[in-house]
């Protein structure tokens, strides 16, 4: 593995990859010596400051990219010339070309493409996909999935639009993009919410309308007074039963295992019943998921190309209601 980005995730995918058997970093590649020097030493490999060059002279196999979201794109390109599969943080990248560009490339090259929308991974929302798919709720009758959070304060790119596309793209689509995962593709969006003096769209309530006939509610905020715990929740309610799902970190995400996490289930009876879940770290599973498929030269399956491209459609028709005030079809 290279670790291209060694701020705060590049640190996390880290972590995970030490737990694991079969991936070992190779190199570390990140513009600020001190950044990159402190994790490949971490790592116990190299550290890199321009791409090129440690993919011309590291061992790698992957790239997995953790720079900001507005250099993904010039380093899975980068990845891809050198034949390197491609794991990616989300957001993937702020404009459908641009994905397409990407897809393009790793296809050309022969390579995996996926891309970490974690939530996918995380214990209460996989044990809520495989009720959903068990069939345990019945016909969905609503479903909603939020998230609050103080702005993220270690980095200042942050902060500008066409660098992180807001907490629209920043935050809000790992809601979107667990919907989709539930529900399938998206057909009409309406959206309302608050841009920021800068541009971004920091506080957004979007209604989905799927192909299957299914509604629900998504809820981003990423601007949230100073001293909000990160908090999220996830609500299904279906003919038979229903799950309410809710975690409030310590303080902010980083501080997950502080966090106040419950998930309950309802319709069996008077009272609710809560559901008791191996809280295994979401980063590792999703990378673990990866690394397996990679590995075996099979095609990674919890996310494809595809998915994550509808996703980026869904948030850009979200930010086309933002702006227009209009329902918009997809
Ligand atoms: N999956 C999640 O839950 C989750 C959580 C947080 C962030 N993210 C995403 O992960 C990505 C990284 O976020 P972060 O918080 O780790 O950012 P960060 O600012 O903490 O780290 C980015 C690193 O990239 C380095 N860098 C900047 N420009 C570079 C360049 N041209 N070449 C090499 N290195 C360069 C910086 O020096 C820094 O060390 C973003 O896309 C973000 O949206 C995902």
């Not at 001190?34 to 550290?47: E, I, T």
């Not at 953790?66 to 702020?94: G, R, S």
């Not at 639009?161 to 667990?178: A, I, K, Q």
């Not at 769209?201 to 799927?210: E, K, M, Q, T, Y």
Request: with cysteine; aromatic share 10%; proline share 3%.
């Amino acid at each position: 593995m290279a670790i291209v980005g060694a701020g705060f995730m590049g640190q996390t995918h880290l972590a995970a990859y030490k737990t694991m058997g079969n991936a070992r970093v190779s190199a570390v590649c990140d513009l600020n010596e001190q950044q990159g020097r402190a994790l490949a030493q971490q790592a116990g490999c190299s550290w890199f400051s321009n791409g090129e060059e440690m993919l011309r002279q590291a061992q790698v196999d992957v790239v997995d990219i953790c720079l900001p979201t507005f250099l993904h794109e010039e380093y899975a390109l980068l990845a891809a010339a050198h034949k390197k599969h491609i794991l990616c943080e989300k957001p993937v990248t702020l404009t459908l070309e641009a994905f397409d560009r990407m897809a393009a490339a790793a296809r050309q090259a022969g390579v995996q493409f996926a891309v970490g929308q974690a939530v996918r991974f995380w214990p209460e929302y996989v044990k809520a996909r495989e009720l959903y798919q068990a069939g345990e709720f019945g016909a969905i009758k609503y479903a909603r999935a939020s998230r609050l959070s103080v702005h993220p304060q270690w980095s200042e790119w942050y902060r500008r639009p066409e660098n992180s596309g807001g907490g629209l793209f920043d935050l809000h689509l790992h809601d979107v993009d667990y919907l989709c995962s539930l529900f399938g593709r998206v057909k009409t969006v309406y959206a309302v919410g608050q841009k920021n003096q800068l541009g971004c769209w920091n506080h957004v309530a979007s209604s989905l309308r799927f192909e299957n006939g299914v509604c629900a509610v998504a809820e981003g905020i990423i601007e949230m007074p100073s001293g909000f715990p990160f908090t999220m929740e996830l609500n299904i309610v279906g003919e038979q039963r229903g799950m309410c799902y809710r975690m409030q970190a310590g303080r902010n995400l980083e501080d997950v295992s502080s966090a106040v996490r419950e998930s309950w289930l309802y319709g069996d009876g008077e009272q609710g019943r809560q559901l008791e879940l191996e809280l295994y770290d979401a980063y590792t599973r999703e990378l673990t998921h990866f690394i397996d498929h990679i590995e075996a030269g099979t095609p990674i399956t919890a996310i494809t190309p595809d998915e994550v491209r509808h996703v980026l459609q869904v948030i850009l028709a979200i930010r086309q209601s933002l702006e227009s005030g209009e329902t918009v079809r997809l």
